[in-house]
């Protein structure tokens, strides 16, 4: 489909159209590029919101980022475990709507100023101090001396 080029008018409408296919056919690939890297973008922002959400990852604000640099690993530990252990304990018969919603809003509440290591650790001193106060104290048995005694013999 190539058309004869006889003079200089011709060249130059052939090379204006062959810059308009061209741009027309940039424009067409940059839309595929743009609809499969949203393709495979979309997961990520899935992920990343629910990330947010829960508060596992950081984000390039300064109040966030703060936040999740200053949780230790007890505050992300407790904010994976205690939503499974809610629902193995207290929510054992409810609806998958409840626990979603208990899971989410527990993930939300533990952060690194209420949930830490010092917190953890003070909870361990107050269980073993109470552990240790409701055993019994054994008292030990002291020799009791009189002094000599009294058959002894005394010279």
């Given at each position: 489909m190539e058309t004869q080029i006889q003079n200089l008018q011709d060249l130059k409408t052939?090379?204006?159209?062959?810059?308009?296919?061209?741009?027309?056919?940039?424009?067409?690939?940059?839309?595929k590029f743009h609809s499969i890297k949203e393709t495979f973008t979309s997961p990520l922002k899935?992920?990343?919101?629910?990330?947010?959400?829960?508060?596992?990852?950081?984000?390039?604000?300064?109040?966030?980022h703060s936040l999740s640099k200053k949780a230790d690993w007890v505050t992300n530990f407790g904010r994976v475990f205690l939503p499974l252990?809610?629902?193995k304990t207290l929510l054992r018969n409810r609806?998958?709507?409840?626990?979603?919603?208990?899971?989410?809003?527990?993930q939300r509440t533990v952060n690194s100023m209420s949930f830490n290591k010092n917190v953890l650790v003070n909870w361990i001193d107050k269980a073993t101090d109470f552990i240790n106060s409701t055993?019994?104290?054994?008292?030990?048995?002291?020799?009791?001396?009189?002094g000599i005694p009294p058959e002894s013999e005394t010279y």
């Open positions: 052939r090379i204006a159209f062959l810059e308009l296919k061209q741009l027309n056919d940039e424009l067409v690939i940059k839309q899935f992920l990343k919101r629910i990330g947010k959400m829960v508060g596992i990852t950081s984000d390039s604000d300064a109040s966030s252990f809610l629902n609806g998958i709507f409840v626990k979603s919603l208990v899971s989410i809003l527990s055993k019994k104290k054994v008292k030990p048995t002291k020799d009791i001396d009189y």
